[in-house]
């Protein structure tokens, strides 16, 4: 498993420890000197960047500059870890410079990056899983039940999105703009709407006699302004 994450710019980084003597006494080092931080190495002229180009946010693509590195990271009481380091940049400079780091040190630093983009969309999957099938919100006592209830839900996740998939045979999905919120592209909540609007038309219990074709109890401009409206608040 390889772990992608900020990395401070005062961050204490360290050379890989030298090699022992032998028979030489005294406990081994387990750090070797330390490097200038990486808040130095940003500014200084004699680091070297590469300009790249990213899928980035959004699903657009972006070019910014990398300069990477490999370091031992240690803390007091912790056995020491080798990582990459990655400084990024935005030659035009819509975001402050950041550092990453990742424990594989033969990790190319443009995967570095592209790990840690990815991110975003395990996020709003785990907020969207929490907002609206509510996971976290769960009440049971038994580990077993949590341990099985959550894994269901982020099963539910993918079918909704596999039926909205299926229904829209191609189509864009339509997306429910409020006056205070103009999103650009659907979300999850759009896609189990849509879903919801097909399933719960369907009478569940058998009937003695089908229901008229154009009316139900109430007319059905008036039922599909309730379903749409109830799909987005349930």
């Not at 990395?7 to 070797?32: I, K, N, S, T």
């Not at 056995?79 to 380091?85: D, F, G, L, N």
């Amino acid at each position: 498993m390889t772990v992608v994450t900020r990395l401070r710019l005062d961050a204490a980084l360290y050379d890989p420890a030298p090699e022992r003597a032998p028979h030489r006494p005294g406990r081994p080092r387990l750090q070797g000197a330390r490097p200038p931080p990486l808040a130095r190495r940003r500014a200084a002229p004699a680091t070297a960047w590469q300009a790249v180009t990213l899928a980035w946010y959004g699903g657009r693509a972006t070019t910014v500059e990398l300069a990477t590195g490999t370091a031992s990271w240690y803390h007091g009481g912790l056995p020491p870890v080798a990582i990459r380091w990655v400084l990024v940049r935005d030659p035009p400079g819509a975001f402050e410079p950041q550092a990453l780091l990742a424990t594989d040190p033969t990790a190319a630093a443009a995967a570095v990056v592209q790990w840690f983009v990815l991110r975003w969309q395990l996020e709003v999957t785990f907020h969207e899983v929490r907002a609206h099938l509510g996971v976290e919100t769960q009440r049971q006592w038994s580990d077993k039940a949590i341990l099985r209830t959550t894994p269901a839900l982020l099963g539910l996740f993918s079918v909704v999105t596999l039926c909205a998939h299926e229904l829209l045979q191609g189509q864009p999905l339509p997306v429910r703009r409020a006056a205070w919120y103009r999103k650009p592209t659907p979300t999850f909540i759009d896609a189990l709407a849509l879903v919801r609007r097909h399933l719960w038309p369907v009478p569940v219990l058998s009937c003695t006699s089908p229901a008229p074709a154009d009316n139900l109890v109430i007319p059905r401009a008036l039922w599909e302004r309730c379903t749409d409206t109830l799909a987005f608040a349930a």
